[in-house]
């Protein structure tokens, strides 16, 4: 008796509970955002610290970078990143807050795991970029936030505490594309404008080529058909008992092996399309390690040295197919620049084969550095481009999950 739930609170709830599960985590993920930023506009540099006087004789300006400076932000897998980037591009503070210790155990990156991080994380991470860059919330004249692709909760954490901050700063929003701001890296280490140009991501969830006609026109080409080649060195470390993420470790062992031990394939190297498939290099890989099922040759035994042959061989193969691809988009599109990001493209030997291609065929080849390779948020730089071609973004913008992939030729059924 009088402990029932009140009926306006109880209609609330069902008309909550009616709301997709998308719906329901989008409204909790924006409440608790909304709130943490509103009650810690006590961090300091994230204080708003009113009007600066304008008055003619008034007090010399607040800051010189004031409403000047734009703030990108990144949570789209497990990395929670903010940075600080002036019109000219310049990175005035980049942090990255990864969360590698909490999905090692587990092999990859656990979803739920990484938006309850990214929650804790995103104004902390947002307060040191603000106060690295010597900037407050007054300076900034734009937000930037990655709003795809990625995982959902991960993704909706950014946007909420971007559209938190555009609509309290009265700013416009922009909506970031991530693997084109992974592209986009390379512009940021050119420190001047590279488009048209090959673009090529690698990374844990993408093996994608673009042909980039500008920063913000960028046509798929080609992507991969099942496991991204990052997914692929995470997926193979783990068959040959190395821990997350996998690829700088295979990179690492494989320098003491031999890359020709093992003859992996080469999937689609020899056909013109430019996609992509790893998964049967993987299970090369597996059969190699434990044996192949229904063979009665026992595998060969896993020692130090054998494991070492085994990563060795792998990324060579690995490697052979994604430069072999950007040989061959650069052939088809005719373009002098090829723009290489990502966060297998952190890995040296492929620096060094894209490095012999460009010479080879005398192009131009940027490769981002290795700390714009893997996730960051200065690649969010891009939202300058969009920002200088009007192209802002509705706060009720939202997020776009899932992985970027071409889509597959449709055959007409009407032509039989
Ligand atoms: O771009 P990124 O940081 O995150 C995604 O958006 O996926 O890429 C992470 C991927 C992981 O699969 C990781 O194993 C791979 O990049 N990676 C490497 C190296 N460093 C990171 N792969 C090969 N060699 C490396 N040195
Ligand atoms: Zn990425």
């Known amino acids: 008796m009088g402990y029932g739930i009140p009926p306006l609170w109880g209609s609330g ?12 985590k989008w409204l909790l993920v924006t409440f608790q955002v909304f709130l ?34 734009l703030l990108a932000i990144e ?10 980037i002036d019109r000219d591009r310049n990175v005035l503070s980049n942090v990255v807050a990864t969360q590698h210790e909490l999905h090692e155990r587990f092999g990859g990156v656990v979803p739920e795991i990484a938006s309850r991080a990214h929650l804790e994380r995103i104004l902390p991470v947002i307060d040191e970029a603000l106060r690295n860059a010597n900037a407050n919330l007054t300076d900034l004249e734009a937000v930037a936030v990655a709003t795809h692709p990625g995982l959902v909760g991960s993704l909706l954490v950014g946007l909420t505490a971007a559209k938190t901050l555009a609509l ?19 512009r940021m280490m050119a420190g001047r404008d590279v488009f048209p140009a090959v673009g090529f991501v690698v990374s844990g969830g993408h093996s994608n080529l673009y042909d980039c006609r500008s920063p913000v026109e960028f046509e798929l080409l080609g992507s991969t058909t099942d496991d991204a080649a990052g997914e692929a060195f995470d997926k193979v470390a783990q068959i040959l008992g190395l821990e997350y993420p996998g690829g700088p470790l295979i990179e690492k062992i494989a320098a003491q092996g031999n890359p020709s031990a093992v003859s992996f394939p080469r999937t689609f190297l020899n056909q013109s399309r430019l996609d992509f498939s790893f998964s049967g290099l993987k299970t090369a890989v597996l059969y190699a390690a434990k044996g192949t099922p229904g063979s009665r040759t026992p595998p060969v035994p896993l020692t130090p040295k054998r494991v070492a042959d085994l990563a060795a061989s792998f990324q060579a193969a690995v490697i052979d197919i994604l430069v ?13 620049t090829l723009l290489v990001g990502g966060g297998v493209a952190a890995n040296s030997t492929f620096r060094q084969r894209l490095a012999d291609l460009a010479r080879k065929r005398n192009v ?32 009720d913008l939202d997020v776009k999950p899932g992985l970027v992939r071409k889509r597959p030729v449709e055959t007409d059924r009407s032509q039989g």
């Open 13 to 24: 709830m069902r008309k909550f509970y009616r709301l997709s599960f998308h719906r329901r």
């Open 36 to 69: 943490k930023i509103v009650f810690q506009m006590s961090i300091p540099s994230l204080q708003h610290p009113g009007p600066a006087p304008d008055l003619p004789g008034a007090s010399p300006p607040f800051s010189a970078n004031r409403g000047k400076l």
């Open 75 to 84: 949570s789209s897998c497990d990395e929670t990143a903010a940075a600080v």
């Open 168 to 186: 309290v700063l009265n700013i416009p929003l922009l909506s970031i594309n991530h693997i084109e701001a992974h592209i986009y890296a390379c």
């Open 324 to 336: 072999g691809k950007c040989d061959q988009a650069l052939t088809q599109t005719g373009r002098k």
């Open 364 to 395: 131009e080849m940027i490769v981002a550095a290795k700390e714009y390779c893997t996730d960051n948020a200065a690649m969010g730089a891009l939202g300058w481009e969009l920002l200088e071609r009007g192209i802002t973004s509705p706060l």
